[in-house]
Each structure stands twice: as C-alpha cells, then as structure tokens.
C-alpha cells in the first residue's frame, strides 16, 4: 500500500485531500501543527469509514518534522508522497509589512517546504522511488497586487522544486509536481486577513489605501462577476491532487482551474506543464 505524509490537514485542501487519499486505498499520515484542531478531521473519517493516522507537525519546526517523519519510517519504513500543503495567504504592501512578518509568510510558504523535503528525501532516494507534490499557486507563476510577499515565496517554491526536478528524477526515480490552483474557498482567505489588520482593523493605510480598496472591490466583483469562476473547492483541488499522484508519468506542473489556466497563459502557452524546460534543463547542464 503506497503511503502519503501531507501537511496542514487541519482544514481546507489538506483536510480533502486526506480524505480523498484515504479513500483511494492510499495509507495516510495527515498532520497538523495543532492537534487540537484534529476533531473535524476524525469525525470526517469515521464517518466515512476511514482509516487516517493524525500526527503532529509545524512546518516551521525541524524537531517536529523529524519526529512525524520517524514516526513514519518506523511504522512504513518508507514515504511514497509527501504533499507539501500547508501554507498561509498574507494581503499587504510591503513598506507597511514588519520584518516579523516577512519571516513568517517567508516560513510558512517557503522555508516550510524546504524543511519537510529535506527531511522526507533521503527516504525516497534509498528505494529509488518517490513523489514530492508541492501546493503553490497560480500566485507562483503570476505576481499579483499587494501578494508580492506571498507570490515571492510561491516562486521561490517553484524554482526548488524545479531545480530538484532536473537532477534528482532521473537518477533517483523521484517525481515532483508543482500544483496551481486560482482562487479556493477555504479559511486561507480569513487566516491571511487577519493576519495582516493592523490594531486599528485596517488591511493598508496612507497611500496606498486606495489601490488597496480597488484591489479589493476588485476581487469581490470577480468572484460574483466572471464567466469563469473564480473560486473552486478544497475538494476539488484535492481530487487533482490525487490524480496527479496517481499518474505514472505525472506532469510538473498543473494548473487545477480553468481560471488560473486562463491568469497563467502569457507565461505557460508554449509549454504548460512544464516538461519541456525541465527537459532542457536537465539535458543542457546534465547530458
Ligand atoms: N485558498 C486559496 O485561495 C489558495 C489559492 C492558491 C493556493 N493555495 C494554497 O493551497 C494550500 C492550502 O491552503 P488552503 O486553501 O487549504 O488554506 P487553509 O484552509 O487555510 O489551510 C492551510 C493549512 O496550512 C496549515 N498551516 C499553517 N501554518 C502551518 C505550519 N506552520 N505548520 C503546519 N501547518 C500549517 C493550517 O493549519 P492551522 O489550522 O493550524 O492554521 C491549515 O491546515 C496552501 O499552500 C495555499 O497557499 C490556496
């Protein structure tokens, strides 16, 4: 039976897409960095008749990583997935935003995903077999007002995962896959407003309040408004997720909107999943 760890199941993608594994016949390690958010998710799963191992893990912290991933080889002796899910939104200008915050936005969407990998990998190179799935976003390909914090570190993501695609793949049977969602109707949207209120509730001030109320309007209208919509599902997002890691040959990356397809054309029209430039990457500076 072929095992996945996935991050941040406390609610939204996490949440479905350990669901979803679970149901497909996939072993799954569902964590979370507080346990105390575990009841949904439980519940969910009996009600389902499901088998789901809980298992802490912040992804801001080695110790916890290293604890959950032991636990894993214990029992397994192996990771077949790791689905780097966990992630938070963060709306804000970057003169208004404190280096604290940076740090944190910068963690939690990328440093995160660099200590989980770093920590499952060695596992996966051993038995020459493996698949790292990591949640980006259509904001790791496209830059988007007042998201330059945010989209700087879903890039960041697709650059290492991109560089670790063109020398790790072929040698050690490793698959990694970049998945982009649009917009999902999850508690992303709240977690990231809230963390950016300033004491006084407000999101921006001076300047910039305006572009930032427009950028807002903006976003509202769109998501009543647009032919394509906006927004999916965390299970909708969750159902690509195990498609992809289902795939023998699964592609690097994929946009799971119609909407993020359409943002992201100018940049992926020539090459959509990514295959070609890895591809010449690899064969450029390895062959
Ligand atoms: N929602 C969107 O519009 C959207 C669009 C594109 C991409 N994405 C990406 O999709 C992924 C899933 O987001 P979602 O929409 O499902 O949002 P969500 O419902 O807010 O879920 C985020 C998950 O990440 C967890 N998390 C946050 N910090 C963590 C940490 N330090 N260690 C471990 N887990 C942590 C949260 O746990 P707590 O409950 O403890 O906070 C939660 O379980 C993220 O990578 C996000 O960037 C979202």
Request: net charge negative; hydrophobic share 35%; glycine share 8%.
């Amino acid at each position: 039976m072929r095992n996945v760890l996935i991050t941040g199941t406390s609610t939204g993608v996490g949440f479905e897409s350990a669901l979803l594994f679970a149901k497909k016949g996939f072993k799954v390690y569902a964590t979370m960095r507080n346990l105390k958010k575990s009841d949904p998710l439980i519940t969910a799963a009996k009600e389902e008749k499901l088998t789901i191992e809980i298992l802490q893990l912040d992804i801001t912290d080695n110790e916890s990583i290293s604890k959950a991933v032991t636990t894993i080889i214990e029992k397994d002796g192996k990771i077949d997935i790791l689905l780097n899910n966990a992630g938070a939104g963060f709306a804000k200008t970057l003169e208004q935003t404190s280096q604290k915050e940076i740090d944190w936005v910068t963690d939690v969407n990328y440093t995160g995903v660099v200590r989980t990998t770093k920590a499952v990998l060695p596992y996966m190179r051993a038995i020459r077999s493996g698949h790292i799935i990591n949640v980006t976003s259509i904001g790791g390909l496209v830059g988007q007002p007042f998201n330059e914090l945010y989209c700087g570190a879903k890039f960041a993501v697709e650059g290492f995962t991109e560089s670790l695609a063109s020398y790790i793949s072929k040698p050690f049977n490793i698959k990694f896959s970049l998945i982009e969602p649009g917009g999902i109707a999850t508690e992303f949207m709240n977690s990231a407003v809230q963390k950016t209120q300033n004491e006084e509730g407000e999101l921006v001030s001076g300047e910039y309040a305006p572009i930032f109320h427009k950028y807002l309007q903006g976003a509202q209208d769109r998501s009543t408004n647009e032919k394509v919509p906006l927004y999916q599902t965390g299970k909708q997002v969750a159902e690509v997720i195990v498609e992809v890691a289902s795939n023998e040959n699964p592609p690097l990356r994929i946009r799971t909107s119609t909407w993020a397809e359409n943002l992201g054309n100018l940049k992926t029209q020539t090459d959509p999943d990514g295959t070609k430039l890895l591809n010449h990457v690899t064969s450029y500076f390895l062959e």
